[in-house]
C-alpha cells in the first residue's frame, strides 16, 4: 500500500513537472517570438484586426497598419492583407477600417484585399488562408502585437504557409507584458493541444 502510494506520488510530481515546464517554455517562445526581427520578402503582409470606432483604426490597429505600411515600402511585399469583422452595430469592419487607412496614406487600393470575416484569430487567418491560396501565395508576413505572433505565426503556419512575424517595435502593442503574456500562453496551448489537432493542415 505504502509502495503504491509513494508511485502514485511520483506520477503525480512528474506530471505537475511537465505541465510546469510546458507553460514555461510556451511562455518563453510568445516573448522570444515577439522580439525576434523575421523580417523577408513575402507574397503579402498581413495584418491581424483590432477595434476600431466607426471607420477609425484604434491606436493599437493604426501602429499594426503604420508597421505594415512601413514594410510595404520598404519592398517587403507587394499586397497588404487587412483582416477582422465587425461587433453588433458597427457600420465599418475592422478589415475596411485598416483599408480605409491604408489607401488615406497612399497604397493603392488594388494592392489591398480586406477580409471582412472572422471573430478570432484562427478563423480570421483561416480566411486569409483560403484567399492566399486563390492568389498563389505561400509566404505570409503577419503584422501583430508582439505578444499575439507567436500564436499567430503558429496557427498561419498549420494552415501550410511559410510565415514571418513584424510585429510593431514601438508605441501600442508593441511592450511585453506579463498579462498578455499569460493570456497568449494560454491560447497557444489550447491551439496546440485541441484546435490544431481537431483540424487538418488543407494541402
Same mark, same amino acid.
Given at each position: 500500500?505504502?509502495? @503504491?502510494?509513494?508511485?502514485?506520488?511520483?506520477?503525480?510530481?512528474?506530471?505537475?513537472?511537465?505541465?510546469?515546464?510546458?507553460? @514555461?517554455?510556451?511562455?518563453?517562445?510568445?516573448?522570444?517570438?515577439?522580439?525576434?526581427?523575421?523580417?523577408?520578402?513575402?507574397?503579402?503582409?498581413?495584418?491581424?484586426?483590432?477595434?476600431?470606432?466607426?471607420?477609425?483604426?484604434?491606436?493599437?490597429?493604426?501602429?499594426?497598419?503604420?508597421?505594415?505600411?512601413?514594410?510595404?515600402?520598404?519592398?517587403?511585399?507587394?499586397?497588404?492583407?487587412?483582416?477582422?469583422?465587425?461587433?453588433?452595430?458597427?457600420?465599418?469592419?475592422?478589415?475596411?477600417?485598416?483599408?480605409?487607412?491604408?489607401?488615406?496614406?497612399?497604397?493603392?487600393?488594388?494592392?489591398?484585399? @480586406?477580409?471582412?470575416?472572422?471573430?478570432?484569430?484562427?478563423?480570421?487567418?483561416?480566411?486569409?488562408?483560403?484567399?492566399?491560396?486563390?492568389?498563389?501565395?505561400?509566404?505570409?508576413?503577419?503584422?501583430?502585437?508582439?505578444?499575439?505572433?507567436?500564436?499567430?505565426?503558429?496557427?498561419?503556419?498549420?494552415?501550410?504557409?511559410?510565415?514571418?512575424?513584424?510585429?510593431?517595435?514601438?508605441?501600442?502593442?508593441?511592450?511585453?507584458?506579463?498579462?498578455?503574456?499569460?493570456?497568449?500562453?494560454?491560447?497557444?496551448?489550447?491551439?496546440?493541444?485541441?484546435?490544431?489537432?481537431?483540424?487538418?493542415?488543407?494541402?
Amino acid at each position: 500500500m505504502f509502495f @503504491a502510494f509513494r508511485m502514485l506520488r511520483r506520477v503525480i510530481s512528474a506530471l505537475v513537472l511537465v505541465v510546469v515546464v510546458s507553460i @514555461a517554455t510556451t511562455a518563453g517562445w510568445v516573448v522570444v517570438t515577439g522580439l525576434r526581427e523575421d523580417i523577408a520578402p513575402s507574397d503579402a503582409i498581413v495584418v491581424l484586426g483590432a477595434a476600431q470606432f466607426d471607420g477609425r483604426p484604434s491606436p493599437v490597429l493604426r501602429n499594426r497598419l503604420n508597421r505594415a505600411y512601413a514594410l510595404y515600402k520598404a519592398g517587403i511585399a507587394e499586397h497588404i492583407v487587412t483582416v477582422g469583422g465587425s461587433r453588433p452595430g458597427d457600420r465599418f469592419t475592422e478589415a475596411t477600417s485598416g483599408r480605409l487607412y491604408l489607401q488615406s496614406r497612399g497604397v493603392a487600393r488594388s494592392h489591398i484585399r @480586406a477580409i471582412r470575416t472572422g471573430t478570432d484569430t484562427y478563423n480570421s487567418l483561416v480566411a486569409v488562408a483560403a484567399y492566399a491560396r486563390s492568389q498563389h501565395w505561400r509566404t505570409i508576413t503577419i503584422v501583430s502585437d508582439r505578444c499575439h505572433v507567436a500564436r499567430s505565426d503558429a496557427m498561419m503556419s498549420s494552415l501550410g504557409f511559410v510565415v514571418h512575424s513584424a510585429p510593431p517595435t514601438s508605441g501600442p502593442g508593441a511592450s511585453i507584458t506579463l498579462p498578455y503574456v499569460v493570456r497568449e500562453t494560454g491560447g497557444l496551448l489550447q491551439f496546440w493541444l485541441i484546435t490544431q489537432r481537431g483540424s487538418s493542415t488543407p494541402s
